[in-house]
């Protein structure tokens, strides 16, 4: 009861009150507290240069490969080549023909039956 009487009685402000309490219940930190906070900033800052890292050498690689195949230009062909690819072409015109000239003898056309020359 005393000191109920003695805060009753006290006529210091509710501020110096509050600081008193909060100074007699201050929690001391661990001695080692600095150490640790500068290790896990320590950390974190390694992890985003390694981060940084592999981002840009990505970017470098994907860059590198859509140069390299936008960049690739088709190689010349070759005399053979080019023949082989008309002679393709023209066997291609010329079965078109020749179904064109069958359509030509037809005789006679129902929708049963075709009778060709």
């Known amino acids: 009861m005393n000191s109920e009487q003695n805060n009753i009685n006290d006529t210091s402000s509710g501020e110096e009150k509050w600081l008193a309490y909060a100074h007699k219940n ?4 661990p ?3 600095n150490q640790t906070i500068w ?3 320590n950390k974190k800052n ?5 981060n940084t890292l592999v981002y ?5 690689i994907i860059i ?7 960049s690739s230009r ?19 015109t010329t079965t078109h023909n020749e179904t064109s000239q069958n ?5 006679y056309e129902d929708e049963m039956i075709i009778i060709y020359n």
Do not use: G, T
């Open 26 to 29: 201050r929690i001391q930190a």
């Open 31 to 33: 001695e080692d507290f």
């Open 39 to 41: 290790n896990n900033v």
């Open 46 to 50: 390694k992890r985003r240069r390694l």
């Open 56 to 60: 840009a050498a990505a970017a470098c």
């Open 64 to 70: 590198a490969v859509s140069i390299h195949s936008f």
């Open 74 to 92: 088709p190689q010349p062909q070759s005399y053979e080549e080019k023949l082989a690819l008309l002679l393709e072409a023209k066997s291609m």
């Open 103 to 107: 359509k030509k003898d037809v005789i």
